[in-house]
């Protein structure tokens, strides 16, 4: 029979931490009244080890002769009484939230609800001890600066999940996406850091799996130590816990490329569901300890993230459980930073958002979390300020909502938009001036996993989402345009409408203040055949198909990408002054308040001098740039502008026109440059 001793009586972190002679675990449940560590061999037998020491709701033991590899789970005895907000069952196996590494998969089963008296061992996975040591070598972090980053959001299984230069075994798996063919892309194209969708243990819902479908995006989190073990070649091949050096080993890869790891994490709720979901981890253990409930009915869920719950995390344990988890990643992975889904759900202590939260102190206070890229979702669901752009503390950057619906809306031509646009490029200082921010804590998208590709923004009126089974999801409300046709046409100005639309709405993304982010697959073309919600589909319609790239979408999006890291001037790290940046009509005058205010407004003309109050580099040298002129025009018949006088002689040098091969060569002042329909051109004068 296994012994069980108490081990250490000093504080220990949770856990199972293997070391000589065995291994210490050590779990966090206020309301327990016994805990037992449960160790499963080779063949699924079960040996159940009460947890001989409890300190201030930390129970412990070490177990001599365990080390990595070793599965196990916990069976919480305590109280079962739904209605005070409690759902402690030991027939119930649980995974241990520490875990370092998971095996297996849930079987959706009866015996998972907490209710139930049934034994759900042979239904959920198990924890699994795992060494985390990594030889790092020479790995050191880009610490790229936020003015200086172009993210790109994919998703680790769809970038190479049908690659042919990345051999099979490895397809759709952190060394898929380390694999030299996807980081030659990667960095062929110039971005700075990839945005990972989430990457923690997730599992697929009941309803879905019933439904022949999987949670492919992984917005379903039941391990947040843990890589999910579905994207790793090492558990495909049989070596359980291989994910975690196999992730480690995908990190100092993309960092020697120069690459950041940005991981999307998803604290905001659970795989557990509402009242009525499966008993996997956090239920059991101490249900009003991590979970947000219903005051006066606490035998629900207050639903802030529309899945059946929300984390609570002005609860002290389940605070802590997410500064550990996010320490955890910076130190063991070396990641270079986060996006937060449903961002605002993390702040709402006593019900409403707000910059006073322990979630913020704690994030501002912890010095290793604090130092790496912030990113938040600023919005939730089922509240009424549950849009809450602009207000995230310092520190903070913010997925820009509103850049996406202003771009969005003036390239399809929607009169009164065009101020707003040119706020938008600028920086969004409405948005973020009066916090003291700077344009970088805007970050810029048009498209991202959540909605249309841009190809399919330039092609479908509404979305088509009938592969989504159970439920097709998904907005009605995308502001897109499909030129005239809904989904595949081979009518030749229909595609070449729907290319110059994609090259505009890069070209704007890429040429604006603050940071960029590219959608993976934008620069190829990537289609979903009108999906707007693929969060169910681990099918061709989510997967890049590198069999169909469209070359000359990529060479142009690598050509903005790579123009913008050479001028300082389209990145500064504040906002723009009169001295700096200028705006004309296309007649060349100066643009009037009346000029901003008229709905019929479509065109302007923005001067960019390079020089004036520039940034300071690290050594506190001036980044002296060349000007530009940007002249845009959503309208949908050609007009020509005047090229301004901008206060000194100079010669402009055409460097884009996103409609197409272009008449305009080398101009001066006083002169007229042709602006053809739905079209946006940057001009250059060499200082």
């Given at each position: 029979m296994t012994e069980i001793w108490p081990g250490s009586f000093v504080p220990l972190p949770l856990g199972a931490h293997p070391g000589e002679g065995g291994t210490t675990f050590a779990v966090s449940s206020d309301v327990a009244t016994g805990v037992t560590l449960c160790l499963f061999d080779a063949n699924g037998s079960e040996e159940r080890l009460p947890m001989p020491a409890h300190d201030a709701g930390t129970w412990r033991g070490f177990v001599p002769g365990v080390g990595p590899g070793q599965r196990y789970g916990y069976r919480v005895h305590g109280p079962y009484d739904p209605a005070g907000g409690h759902r402690c069952n030991p027939a119930k196996l649980l995974l241990d939230p520490y875990a370092r590494a998971i095996d297996g998969d849930v079987r959706w089963e009866p015996c998972l609800h907490d209710a139930s008296p049934e034994d759900s061992a042979g239904a959920v996975p198990r924890s699994v001890v795992v060494d985390t040591a990594f030889d790092w070598g020479t790995d050191a972090a880009p610490r790229i600066p936020y003015a200086r980053s172009v993210l790109y959001e994919t998703h680790v299984k769809g970038i190479s999940a049908t690659h042919p230069e990345v051999p099979p075994e490895l397809?759709?798996?952190?060394?898929?996406?380390?694999?030299?063919?996807?980081?030659?892309?990667?960095?062929?194209?110039?971005?700075?850091?990839?945005?990972?969708?989430?990457?923690?243990?997730?599992?697929?819902?009941?309803?879905?799996?019933?439904?022949?479908?999987?949670?492919?995006?992984?917005?379903?989190?039941?391990?947040?130590?843990?890589?999910?073990?579905?994207?790793?070649?090492?558990?495909?091949a049989g070596r359980p816990g291989g994910q975690v050096a196999e992730f480690q080993q995908m990190v100092r890869?993309?960092?020697?490329?120069?690459?950041?790891?940005?991981?999307?994490?998803?604290?905001?709720?659970?795989?557990?569901?509402?009242?009525?979901?499966?008993?996997?981890?956090?239920?059991?253990?101490?249900?009003?300890?991590?979970?947000?409930?219903?005051?006066?009915?606490?035998?629900?869920?207050?639903?802030?993230?529309?899945?059946?719950?929300?984390?609570?995390?002005?609860?002290?344990?389940?605070?802590?459980?997410?500064?550990?988890?996010?320490?955890?990643?910076?130190?063991t992975y070396r990641v270079d930073g986060f996006r937060f889904d449903l961002a605002p759900t993390l702040a709402r202590q006593d019900g409403t958002f707000t910059r006073l939260s322990d979630f913020f102190d704690a994030i501002h206070q912890d010095p290793v979390v604090s130092s790496v890229k912030l990113i938040a979702e600023p919005w939730d669901v089922n509240q009424p300020d549950s849009y809450d752009v602009g207000l995230f503390p310092p520190g903070w950057t913010e997925w820009n909502g509103k850049y996406r619906d202003t771009v969005r809306s003036f390239w399809r031509s929607t009169p009164g938009t065009l101020a707003d646009l040119a706020t938008r490029v600028t920086?969004?200082?409405?948005?973020?001036?009066?916090?003291?921010?700077?344009?970088?804590?805007?970050?810029?998208?048009?498209?991202?996993?959540?909605?249309?590709?841009?190809?399919?923004?330039?092609?479908?009126?509404?979305?088509?989402?009938?592969?989504?089974?159970?439920?097709?999801?998904?907005?009605?409300?995308?502001l897109s345009w499909n030129c005239g046709v809904e989904g595949p046409t081979d009518d030749p100005e229909v595609t070449a409408l729907r290319a110059r639309q994609s090259r505009a709405m890069l070209a704007t993304l890429l040429l604006s203040r603050g940071v960029p982010m590219l959608l993976g697959g934008d620069e190829l073309g990537r289609t979903?055949?009108?999906?707007?919600?693929?969060?169910?589909?681990?099918?061709?319609?989510?997967?890049?198909?590198w069999s169909a790239v469209d070359r000359e979408l990529l060479d142009f999006t690598a050509r903005l990408v790579a123009f913008r890291r050479r001028h300082p001037a389209l990145?500064?790290?504040?906002?723009?002054?009169?001295?700096?940046?200028?705006?004309?009509?296309?007649?060349?005058?100066?643009?009037?308040?009346?000029?901003?205010?008229?709905?019929?407004?479509?065109?302007?003309?923005?001067?960019?001098?390079?020089?004036?109050?520039?940034d300071l580099d690290e050594r506190g040298r001036p980044e002296l740039d060349d000007d530009f002129l940007l002249a845009v025009n959503g309208?949908?018949?050609?007009?020509?502008?005047?090229?301004?006088?901008?206060?000194?002689?100079?010669?402009w040098m055409l460097e884009f026109d996103t409609y197409g091969p272009s008449p305009v060569g080398t101009t001066v002042a006083g002169e007229t440059v042709p602006l053809r329909p739905r079209s946006l051109v940057l001009l250059r004068s060499p200082r």
């Open positions: 397809r759709g798996t952190y060394a898929g996406l380390a694999h030299p063919a996807v980081v030659e892309h990667l960095t062929g194209l110039g971005v700075t850091a990839v945005e990972l969708l989430p990457v923690h243990q997730s599992l697929t819902n009941g309803i879905l799996a019933g439904a022949g479908r999987v949670n492919y995006w992984g917005y379903d989190t039941i391990g947040y130590f843990a890589p999910h073990a579905g994207y790793s070649a090492e558990v495909r890869t993309l960092h020697a490329a120069g690459l950041e790891v940005v991981l999307d994490v998803v604290f905001n709720h659970t795989a557990e569901g509402n009242h009525l979901g499966p008993t996997l981890c956090f239920r059991g253990l101490d249900n009003a300890g991590y979970y947000r409930l219903v005051p006066g009915d606490r035998a629900h869920y207050f639903d802030t993230t529309g899945t059946g719950n929300s984390l609570d995390l002005g609860r002290p344990d389940c605070l802590r459980l997410v500064l550990d988890s996010l320490r955890h990643w910076v130190t920086g969004s200082p409405d948005l973020y001036g009066p916090t003291r921010n700077r344009p970088s804590a805007s970050i810029n998208i048009v498209t991202t996993h959540d909605g249309f590709t841009l190809r399919d923004l330039v092609s479908y009126d509404r979305k088509h989402n009938d592969d989504n089974v159970p439920d097709p999801g998904g907005t009605d409300d995308n979903q055949r009108g999906n707007n919600n693929a969060y169910c589909q681990d099918t061709e319609i989510s997967w890049y198909d990145r500064r790290r504040r906002y723009l002054t009169p001295d700096d940046m200028r705006w004309y009509t296309p007649t060349g005058a100066p643009m009037t308040d009346a000029d901003w205010a008229a709905e019929w407004s479509r065109a302007v003309v923005a001067h960019i001098d390079g020089v004036v109050a520039a309208w949908w018949e050609p007009i020509e502008f005047t090229v301004p006088t901008v206060g000194r002689p100079a010669h």
